[in-house]
């Protein structure tokens, strides 16, 4: 009976007119309409909610209970109505949770088109991958970019693009590094919950690169800090150098502040990928960013 809103919402309006005849001319409808509604209810519960007296009506104490949890769920019923009215007039905004290196280097570009794309206002949230995919299960965003697929059950993952991982610094470095050019140079790397860092450990197990081995002389928590941290980093002697997506220094590479270096005969790639919730798979304005994220070469 509580999917049958209409019928509270008579009950709800003969208890504010305190009379059935009011709450009929209220309502639109006819007084034994209003009382076939109110029986209706009654013979659900069984028992009687509302007693009629000569100056009105009167509750009776299952009556009063009724009014209480109809009162909840009409008040839940009027925001929920806000809300549907915000979609209808396109009064909300769109919430993208992306990592660090897609949030801070590659989609700043495109957000304008997004929002042309969707005719909203789109708001961007960064943090590591696993962070990101908590926040769209808990709704908190509608839509993840991340560097990989943290699988999680009620969501779809969609390979996006191709990212590429290079070594980096900002003193010249061979284009092809070999396994013991890496025990010469000092390091500073990403923290341990960093995709990035525990993809690049893998290949560097892989390869024999004994990352124990390394002269570290830093950990950081996102690409722009270990950026920064390596531009300022003096210019002579040992390299200081880091692994990043070349999308992060492709700017400073091209003015020559920074230098690139891949491992020979090992090209460093992974996918990106685009995440969503499965009840939403449906939902037009997510069917809009993904087609319109599909087309992006980079």
Known sequence: MLRDFAKLHTFLTVVKEKSFSKAS????????????????????????IVERKKNGIKLTKEGEDLYRI?????????????????????????????????GNYILPKY????????????????????????ELEEKKIDIALIESPV??????????????????????????LRVENFYEFDWICRDEN?????????????????????NIIGVVASPTAIKESIMRSPKSGRPVVSVISRHVISDEVEDGRMFEARI????????????????????????????FLATIRI
């Open 70 to 102: 109809a009162m909840r769920l009409d008040k839940a019923i009027i925001s929920s109505e806000k809300e549907l009215l915000k979609i209808i007039n396109k009064e909300f905004t769109f919430v993208i949770g992306a990592s660090y290196a897609i």
């Open 25 to 48: 001319a209220k309502l639109g409808i006819s007084q034994p309409a209003v009382t076939q509604q109110i029986k209706f209810i009654e013979d659900y519960l069984d028992t009687r």
């Open 151 to 176: 699988f999680r059950d009620g969501i779809i993952y969609r390979e996006w693009v191709e990212d590429e991982l290079v070594i980096f610094s900002n003193q010249p470095l061979p284009k092809q």
């Open 194 to 214: 960093s995709h990035t860092r525990k993809l690049t450990a893998e290949v560097f197990e892989e390869l024999g690169i004994d990352c124990s081995s390394f």
């Open 264 to 291: 020979k005969n090992y090209r460093l790639a992974r996918k990106l990928y685009i995440a969503y919730s499965k009840e939403r798979k449906h939902d037009a304005f997510i069917d809009n960013v993904v087609n």
């Open 111 to 134: 957000l304008s088109k997004i929002k042309e794309t969707i005719n909203n206002e789109v708001y961007m949230r960064m943090d590591v991958s696993a962070n990101v995919i908590d």
